[in-house]
C-alpha cells in the first residue's frame, strides 16, 4: 500500500511539470527569447517578434505591457488574472512557442507571495521560475518547488565592485547555495553577465553541470568589460560555439534564450541571426 501511495504521490506531482516538446527545438536545442529583448514593445508584439527570429520556447519577465491596442497600462506578470492570460495562452498557440520560463523575479521569504509566483508559473505551463531570491527564502523555495514540481533557477547578474553582498554572479556561490537541495533548484546561467564579470562561462558551465535549467545567452564585444554591449551570436568574445559545446558535452538540451540588449528599437535581424546561429551548429561528431 505505501508503494502505490508513493507512486500515486509522484503522478500526482509529476502532473504540474511542463516539459519542453520537441517541436521547440533551433537545432540541436530549445532555443527562444527572454521577452526583455524586445521590452520596448508590448508582449503581444514581443511575441510575434520571437516567432519572427525563429525563436521557440519564451521567457516571460514581469512587467511587460500585455497589450497597448487593449489597455496601455495593463502588465504580465504573476498579479494578472486567469482571465488576463487568456490572450496570451491563445497568441502562444497560434505561434506555436512554448512558454518555458518566468522571470527574473524576487523570491521572498513569503509563503503567500512565492505561492503567487508558482500558481502563476503553474497555469501559464512554465517550468522554470528564473530569480535572485531573497538568502533567508531558500527553505521556502525548496518547499515550492517540491510541491509544485516547478524548477528555481538563480540568475546572474555582473559583479557589482560597490556591492561586496551581490554574489549570484559567481557561479561557485551559486553552485553552493543549491548543491544540497532538492534537484530542481539550480541555474539560469546569464552567458554575457558572466563575461562581463570576467568569468569563463565554460569553466560556469562544466561546475554547474546537472543544476543549469535555463539560460540567457548573450554575445558580447569584449571581455572582462562591465559596459561591453551584445553582438550576434558567434561574432563576439563570449565564444558561443564553446558555450554550445560545453551545453551538448553536460547534456544540458537547453532552453537558450537570447536576452540581447542593444539596437532595442530594431534588434529583431540580429536576434534571427543569433538564433540561425544555433539552428546551424552542429556539434562534434
Known sequence: MKKILFILSLIA?????????????????????QAYTFRMFDLMEALDKIAAAGGKTVEFFPGQVLDKRVDEKLKFDHNTTVEQRAPVKAKLKALGLTSAGYGVVKLKNDEADCRKIFDFCKDMEIGIVVSEPAEDAFDLIE????????????????????????????PE???????DRDA??????????????????????????????????????????????????????????????????????????????????????????????????????
Not at 16 to 32: N, R, T
Not at 147 to 162: F, G, Q, S, T, W
Not at 173 to 179: M, W
Open 13 to 33: 506531482a509529476s502532473s504540474f511539470a511542463a516539459p519542453i516538446p520537441e517541436s521547440a527545438k533551433v537545432g540541436e536545442f530549445f532555443a527562444g527569447c
Open 184 to 285: 530542481r533548484m539550480g541555474s539560469c546561467a546569464d552567458i554575457g553577465h558572466w563575461v562581463r564579470s570576467g568569468v569563463k562561462p565554460v569553466d560556469a558551465i562544466r561546475l554547474l553541470k546537472g543544476r543549469i535549467f535555463d539560460s540567457h545567452i548573450k554575445d558580447l564585444i569584449a571581455f572582462g568589460d562591465p559596459k561591453a554591449h551584445d553582438t550576434i551570436w558567434g561574432t563576439g568574445m563570449s565564444d558561443i560555439p564553446a558555450v554550445l559545446s560545453a551545453y551538448k558535452e553536460i547534456g544540458f538540451p537547453g532552453p537558450l534564450h537570447a536576452e540581447y540588449e542593444h539596437n532595442w528599437e530594431n534588434n529583431l535581424p540580429e536576434v534571427k541571426a543569433s538564433l540561425e546561429f544555433v539552428k546551424n551548429w552542429k556539434s562534434a561528431k
Open 143 to 170: 518547499k515550492m518547488v517540491k510541491e509544485y514540481d516547478i524548477k528555481m533557477a538563480i540568475h546572474n547578474h555582473p559583479k557589482r565592485p560597490l556591492d561586496r553582498a551581490y554574489r549570484y554572479w559567481d
Open 173 to 179: 556561490y551559486v553552485l553552493s547555495l543549491v548543491k
